[in-house]
C-alpha cells in the first residue's frame, strides 16, 4: 500500500478524531414469522374526510392528498364524503360480481397449477379493487399498460375467461401461441398491453401511448399498473418524467401492497415518503387513496382520468392496500412474513367491504352473496373445462412446431428458416410418425 | 413496406451530398410521406440535432413530430415502444451510441421481442438512429461500435451505411420496416470518406462516388449486402467506415480483392458471402469494434461452416482491441492500414 492507501484505509490506520463511525440502514419489516402483528403505526384516517378539489387543480393542491387516505366507506359500510363517486346499486353490484369474478378465477387457476396443469400462477387476492375498479373508472377504449397483477381488468372488460385459461396452459388455443409465462395475457381488442415479465417497462410505455394520442389529436388515455417494489425501477423515473415533461394524458397507479416478494416496501422507499408523495417532486398531481376501498378507488381513477382528458396532465396514485396470499405458485410468504399481518390488515377485505355496503343500502343480502359466490365459480369452473379440451401444458396440444419461429420479425429471414428446419429434424428423429403441422404430439 | 427495389436511379438526378444531409433528406422523404412519423431525441428539435441530422425538421413537420427529449435512454426508447403500439412510426435518436445502455431494457426485452411475445397483436416499428463509431477524437464515451449488442439479439434489426447514397436508401428502407431496427450511422465519414490515414488531409463526399445522391424517394432493401469491388484474391467482409479503409490498403497494396458492404448485420446477405467466398478462397473479415464476440466471430464462424472446402487459409479477423476506446492512442486502437495489411499479408503469403 503506498502512502495515500495508507492515509485513507482502515479506520484503525485513521484519526479522525471524535467523527462517530458511519452505519448502513437496512430496512428491517415490523413483522417476521411468529411475530405478533400490530397496526397501530399505520394511520387510517376517517372516511369522507378528505377533500376532493376540481380535476383541474393546480398540481400542488393535491400535495396533501398524497399523505392522507383517502376514503369513501365508512366503519358502518356507508359512503361518505366529497369523493363518493355515487355510483348505483346495479353498477355496485356489478362490481361486486367483477371482484368475486377475478376472486374466483384466482383460487380455480392456482389450484390448476398445484394439479400440474400449468407451470405458473400469480393471485391478486386482496388487490380486487385496485383493478376492478379502475376498469370501471376508465372508459373502454382508454389503454391499460398493466403489470401482472391487473387480471381484474381483463375480466370486467369483457375478456372471454376461457381465453384466459388457454393462455394459461400454453394449450393450441392459446392466442399468444404458447411463447409467454401463464397469466402475462396481451389483448389488444381490450385495450391491454402485453404483459413483460421484466417489471417497470410498461411505465415509459405508457407515456409514449398518452403521448401519440395526444400527437394524434385523439381522446383516450392511458393508464399503467405498476407494484410498489418496481417503483424503485429507473424506467419510474423516465416515465414521471417524460409525463411531467410532455404533460401527457396518463394515469400511474402504483399498486403498493407492502411486499415485493419477500422485500417490504421499505427496500422501494416506502420507509421515508408515501410513495404518492413522489408526484410532488414531479410537479404532478397525486393522490393516495385506500386500495381496498373500491368506492375511494373508483372515485381517485375517475378524477385522474378525468384530469388526463381535459388536458390536465398525468397523475400518479398509490393504491394502499395488501397482498394477501404469495408473490407466485413459486413463493411462501410465510417464510418471511408474519400469517397474521394479512388476517388483521387494518383496511379490510375489499370484497367483503363491498358486499356489506350493498347491504346497508338494502340493496344486497348475504344470501345473494353465497349465490353469486357459487355462480362465478361455476362459470370459472365452465370456462376451465372448456379450456382444457385445448390442452394443458406439456401433454403436447400445443401450437404448430413452426410457429415457434414466427413472429421473431414479421418475415423470417435465413437464418431463423434454417433453425426451423433444424428443430422439425429433431422432432421427426424423436418420433417417427409425427408430422409438423400437427398440433397434437404423438403419445 | 419494402415490395420491390425501386432503385431506378439512372433517371433521378443525383448531387453531392454528405451523409448528414443525406440522412436529413431520408428522414424528409419519410415524414412528408407518413404522418405517423414521429422523432424524439436530445437537441433534435429547435436545434436540429448535435450532427444537425435533423435540422429544420421541426420547422417543416412542428413541434409534435419533431421534439427535443430528457436526457433519458430508457425514456426515449420506452415512449418509442409505446407510441409503436398506438400505431405511429418512432425515429428515436440516441445522440451517440455509448448512451444507448440505459435503453437496452426496453429494446432487448421490450422492442425486439413485442411482435414475438404478443403473438403480433403489437409491434415496435421504430428505427433507432445513432452514431458510432470512433475516429473523432471522442474518447471512450464518443467512440464504440456496439453493433454485436444488438445482433445478438432476437428481433432486432442492424443496419449500418457506408456512403451517403447508401445512407439515404437504407434509412427509408428501415423507417418503413414493420420491426425495431438499430441505425448506426458510422460518424467519422458523415463528413467524407476516411481511409485510415489519419495524418493526410480530410477528403469530402463530393468526388466519391457514393456521396453522389439521388433527389427523391428510393430504398435500398435490408438484407441486400453490396459489392463494393469486384475481384478474385480475398473477399473482404466490412461495413462503415472500414469500407474505406479497407478499399485504400488493398489499392495500395494492389491486391484484385472483392470487397463486399454488408449493410445490413441482420438480416445478413449470407449468398453474397458464400458466392464470393466461394470463388476467392479467401475471407477477411474487418470491423472496429472490440475483438472477443464482436460481429467478425459471426461471420468468420458462418465462412467457416459453409464454405470450409473452399478455404484456402484460415479466416483473417481485423478488429479494434478489447480495451475501451482511448483518447490519446486513438490511432492505435483505430484498426488502421497497418493492421489491416499484415492480415492481407497472412492470407496471401502462400
Known sequence: MGDAAAENGSAAERSRGNLPP????????????????????????????????????????????????????????????????????????????????????????????????TSFYMKCTGEEAVSVSAAFALDRDDMVFPSYRQ??????????????????????ADKLKGRQLPIMYSARDYGFFSISGNLATQFPQAVGWAMASAIKGDTRIATAFIGEGSSAEGDFHAAMTFAAVYNAPVVFNVVNNQWAISSFSGFAGGERATFAARAEGYGIAGLRVDGNDALAVYAAMRWAAD???ANGGPTLIEHFTYRAEGHSTSDDPSAYRS????????????????????????????????????????????????????????????????????????????????????????????????????????? | MIEEEPVSLADAAARPLNMIEAINEALDITMARD??????????????????????????????????????????IGAAVGMAAYGLRPVPEIQFADYIYPGLDQLV???????????????????????????????????????????????????IPSTPHDAKG???????????????????????????????????????????????????????ARIVREGSAMTVLAYGTMIHVAEAVLAEKGIDAEIIDLRTLVPLDIEAIETSVKKTGKCLVIHEATRTSGFGAELSALVQERCFYHLEAPVERVTGFDTPYPHSLEWAYFPGPVRIGEAVDRLLKD
Open chain 1, 339 to 443: 400469517v397474521q399481518e394479512s388476517k388483521d390488515w387494518p383496511l379490510g377485505d375489499p370484497i367483503r367491504r363491498l358486499m356489506r355496503h350493498l347491504i346497508a343500502l338494502g340493496e344486497w343480502s348475504e344470501e345473494q352473496h353465497a349465490t353469486m359466490d357459487r355462480e362465478v365459480a361455476e362459470q370459472v369452473k365452465a370456462a376451465t373445462k372448456q379450456a382444457e379440451k385445448n390442452g394443458i401444458l406439456g401433454h403436447g396440444l400445443h401450437h404448430p412446431f413452426h410457429t415457434m419461429f414466427e413472429d421473431v420479425f414479421e418475415e423470417l429471414p435465413w437464418h431463423l428458416e434454417e433453425q426451423a428446419d433444424q428443430a422439425i429434424r429433431e422432432r421427426a428423429t424423436k418420433w417417427p410418425d409425427w408430422r409438423p403441422d400437427q398440433v397434437e404430439a404423438p403419445k
Open chain 1, 307 to 309: 384530469r388526463a382528458r
Open chain 2, 109 to 159: 426485452s421490450e422492442a425486439a421481442r413485442m411482435r414475438y411475445r404478443s403473438a403480433g397483436e403489437f409491434t415496435a416499428s421504430m428505427t433507432i438512429r445513432s452514431p458510432f463509431g470512433g475516429g473523432i477524437f471522442g474518447g471512450q464515451t464518443h467512440s464504440q461500435s456496439p453493433e454485436a449488442l444488438f445482433t445478438h439479439v432476437a428481433g432486432l434489426k442492424t443496419v
Open chain 2, 35 to 76: 404522418p405517423d412519423i414521429v422523432i424524439l431525441g436530445e437537441d433534435v428539435g429547435y436545434f436540429g440535432g448535435v450532427f444537425r441530422a435533423t435540422a429544420g425538421l421541426q420547422a417543416k413537420y412542428g413541434k409534435s413530430r419533431v421534439f427535443d427529449s430528457p436526457i433519458n435512454e430508457c425514456g426515449i
Open chain 1, 22 to 117: 458511519l452505519r448502513l440502514h437496512v430496512p428491517e419489516p415490523r413483522f417476521r414469522p411468529g411475530d405478533q402483528v400490530d397496526y397501530s403505526h399505520i394511520v387510517v384516517p376517517p372516511a369522507g374526510a378528505q377533500p376532493r378539489p376540481d380535476e383541474t387543480c393546480d398540481p400542488v393542491e393535491t400535495k396533501p392528498l398524497c399523505v392522507d387516505l383517502i376514503r369513501v366507506l365508512d366503519d358502518e359500510d356507508r359512503a361518505v364524503g366529497p369523493w363518493d363517486p355515487k355510483l348505483n346499486p346495479e353498477t355496485l353490484r356489478r362490481k361486486l360480481r367483477m371482484m368475486a369474478l377475478t376472486r374466483a378465477f384466482d383460487d380455480r387457476l392456482y389450484r390448476s397449477q398445484r394439479q400440474g396443469k
Open chain 1, 151 to 172: 387480471q381484474g381488468i381483463l375480466i370486467s372488460r369483457g375478456y372471454p375467461l376461457e381465453d384466459m385459461v388457454n393462455q394459461i396452459y400454453s394449450n393450441r
Open chain 2, 170 to 224: 437504407l434509412l427509408i428502407a428501415a423507417i418503413e420496416d414493420n420491426d425495431p431496427v438499430i441505425f448506426f450511422e458510422p460518424k467519422r465519414i458523415y463528413n467524407g470518406p476516411f481511409d485510415g490515414y489519419y495524418d493526410n488531409p480530410s477528403k469530402t463526399w463530393k468526388a466519391h462516388p457514393g456521396g453522389q445522391v439521388p433527389e427523391g424517394y428510393y430504398n435500398i432493401p435490408l438484407g441486400k
